[in-house]
């Protein structure tokens, strides 16, 4: 009898096993990242394994997507903007703040023109997204006392995330839930800086693992929408 060829593999599956492949560093490293935050260890050791993570997540989408998409030029630009702010965000004083604000600005604006993009984006966003406004007026009422100077910077971040937040909602699914983690991320850290009196023992990690989830849902969920076709 002759030997019978390999069946191939189904290219749902394969793909599937790519992402895994491709998502596993990233995820090994934001657990690495958080065990070192909450283990009250060096800080030198805390900026090292987080200025790690988001180029773990550009290698990721590359590996996972090696044909280059609009969707996916956007989503790295979106991720390393995120990383620029990480890298501000270690430093102290309001100028590093708000240095690093404007990066996760932009990133967050990238984010919005990425899902306007997508397919289905101009469907009618769900009702539960109004939440994200009344989000948005009771946070910034709640903070404005402490703002000081920092009042319209923040207005201006807070309404862009809300924003993207939000059109991340009407694309339902994984980035749904990665824009509402980013929302509960970025909260958290505002309280803890502006909020007079806030006591959280788990506010650094409650920070971070958020947002490394956020950052990962929405990636992998705009990988794995359909109808992107690779651009020329």
Do not use: C, N
Request: overall charge positive.
């Amino acid at each position: 009898m002759r030997d019978q060829a390999p069946v191939p593999e189904p290219p749902a599956r394969a793909d599937r096993r790519r992402l895994i492949a491709a998502f596993a560093p990233y995820v090994v490293l934001s657990l690495v990242h958080l065990v070192v935050l909450v283990g009250d260890l060096d800080a030198a050791a805390v900026t090292a394994t987080k200025l790690l993570l988001m180029p773990a997540l550009v290698v990721a989408v590359v590996v996972a997507r090696p044909r280059a998409t609009s969707a996916t030029v956007m989503l790295i630009a979106a991720i390393a903007l995120s990383w620029v702010g990480d890298a501000l965000l270690t430093g102290s004083g309001d100028g590093w703040f708000v240095a690093g604000l404007l990066s996760f600005l932009a990133a967050h604006l990238a984010y919005v023109v990425l899902f306007l993009r997508l397919p289905a984006a101009g469907r009618r966003l769900p009702w539960w997204t109004l939440g994200y406004a009344a989000w948005f007026a009771a946070f910034l009422a709640l903070l404005a006392p402490g703002l000081g100077g920092l009042l319209v910077p923040v207005a201006v971040y807070g309404a862009v995330l809300g924003t993207m937040a939000a059109l991340a909602g009407g694309l339902g699914g994984l980035v749904a839930l990665g824009g509402a983690l980013f929302v509960v991320s970025d909260s958290v850290l505002a309280l803890g800086r502006f909020l007079p009196g806030y006591e959280f023992a788990a506010h650094d990690l409650v920070v971070m693992s958020s947002y490394l989830t956020a950052q990962g849902l929405i990636a992998l969920g705009v990988l794995t929408r359909r109808a992107v076709r690779p651009s020329r």
